[in-house]
């Protein structure tokens, strides 16, 4: 970034402590060291207390900091609008929730999963604030590292990626998925796409091609050994696809957008369609259960008077003779709760694969609407930017858009907001972008003032 692209902003409060800056930087880094150890320890770190207490704290002081420098003003530019009324009609859903409506009748509602399942709606905005503390604080570092240290953190990853699948990986999965994995795919799709950005975008003249033809050889090789999470699922294949796209058209930053933005219309169309029409991919077992079940939640959804679902029922509108066949199904001999059907987590926290269609089937369709709206009015921002901005800027900018648009895409085809790994990642990715947004601007008004 330019100096004043990386000027920190001052939140109203005018100065700043040296003891606060250390603090900061204290949080962020042990942000960034949870992510990676979570990454590689699987359920030891994101599934417990424990495992999560380490990050919850950093991501609350973080954002209590900047809170207090920021008195608690909402701005009312850009995307934020939507976000509010996400988060409101979020809100009007929970408290909906607790009084047991809308009622359907034959849907199982259990109180005890009703906070479980909207979480989101507090640890959304406390992530998206931590995040600015994040990004303030590793952001230009994070970006240089990776750049010099890319194959060594690329050789890592994969090795890590590897390993930890062949000796660690659940073999049930291996046998009915038909490969292997241990790793937290969701943050390895992040990291990655992050240091690959920072070592082809960088303008010091380190080799690019080599960065992916390295990720290519990897790619081949999980496919051949079934080990590995980083590229087995299909998500993992549009992802390496983006990275094409971003290794093609770097220097050519409008097409450059206007690429990723076809791509994801393809891919926002394919599940239009399917969700509509789930029988056209019936030759695709995985992807008609998803398609039915969306269908299913849409459906629900209208029965509700799109007030939306709410919280405390199964992601699946299922009724409630449904629930102990729907257990049965899901159950895998060497996960903890194999043979207890009185469990019911699997049907009440386990996501159905996109967070958009979640989004209007528990908060309706205001809550899904302000959500949609909210991300388009991300991408298309940041694409503007992109086209009309100087070139010191481009590499963030094109760095952030690509996480942005693989963030999107991981919410509307795998788990995502109703997961607490994915969500801080998630909103990670939407922090890096409104801050850039708001140095851009900040540094546009200086110019102009002079």
């Not at 109180?111 to 952001?139: C, E, K, N, S």
């Not at 570092?141 to 890590?160: C, D, H, N, Q, T």
């Not at 298309?380 to 999107?408: C, D, E, F, W």
Request: with cysteine.
């Amino acid at each position: 970034m330019s100096s004043a692209a990386t000027q920190e902003p001052s939140y109203g409060v005018p100065g700043r402590r040296k003891g606060s800056v250390h603090l900061e930087t204290f949080l962020s880094v042990v942000l960034i060291v949870w992510l990676i150890v979570g990454t590689f320890t699987h359920d030891l770190v994101f599934r417990t207390f424990a495992g999560m207490l380490p990050g919850f704290v950093a991501l609350a002081a973080a954002s209590a900091l900047v809170a207090l420098r920021n008195g608690l003003a909402l701005r009312g530019d850009g995307p934020y609008p939507a976000l509010y009324i996400f988060t409101g009609a979020g809100a009007f859903a929970l408290v909906l929730s607790f009084l047991g409506y809308p009622d359907i009748g034959g849907l199982p509602r259990s109180d005890r999963f009703i906070i479980r399942q909207a979480y989101f709606l507090v640890l959304l905005p406390v992530t998206l604030m931590a995040g600015f503390v994040f990004w303030r604080r590793l952001y230009p570092w994070l970006y240089e590292f990776s750049a010099r240290y890319f194959v060594p953190l690329s050789l890592a990853i994969m090795l890590g990626d590897l390993i930890s699948a062949y000796y660690f990986g659940d073999p049930l999965f291996r046998e009915i998925n038909g490969y292997s994995k241990f790793a937290n795919k969701l943050t390895l799709y992040f990291i990655f796409l992050f240091i690959f950005m920072a070592r082809i975008t960088h303008p010091r003249r380190y080799s690019r091609f080599f960065p992916f033809v390295l990720i290519t050889v990897y790619l081949a090789a999980t496919k051949l050994l079934t080990y590995g999470s980083l590229f087995q699922a299909s998500t993992g294949l549009l992802f390496a696809f983006y990275l094409l796209i971003a290794l093609l058209l770097r220097n050519r930053p409008i097409l450059f957008a206007q690429v990723f933005l076809l791509v994801l219309a393809c891919v926002i169309g394919i599940v239009v369609v399917g969700t509509v029409s789930p029988e056209l991919f019936s030759a695709d077992k995985n992807a008609v259960w998803r398609f039915t079940n969306w269908r299913s939640n849409f459906q629900t959804l209208h029965e509700t008077g799109y007030l939306g679902i709410g919280f405390g029922t199964p992601y699946f509108p299922i009724t409630t003779q449904d629930l102990e066949n729907a257990l049965t199904i899901f159950k895998r001999g060497s996960e903890p709760w194999s043979g207890k059907t009185e469990i019911y987590d699997l049907v009440y926290l386990r996501a159905q694969h996109n967070s958009f269609v979640n989004m209007f089937f528990r908060t309706g369709l205001a809550g899904g609407l302000s959500f949609l709206a909210f991300n388009l009015i991300l991408l298309t921002g940041l694409m503007r930017k992109i086209s009309q901005i100087a070139s010191h800027n481009l590499p963030h900018l094109q760095t952030a858009y690509v996480l942005l648009v693989a963030g999107i895409t991981q919410a509307m085809l795998h788990v995502g907001l109703e997961t607490p790994r994915f969500l801080i990642v998630y909103a990670l990715t939407v922090a890096l972008v409104l801050l850039l947004t708001w140095h851009l601007k900040s540094e546009a008004e200086h110019r102009h003032a002079r």
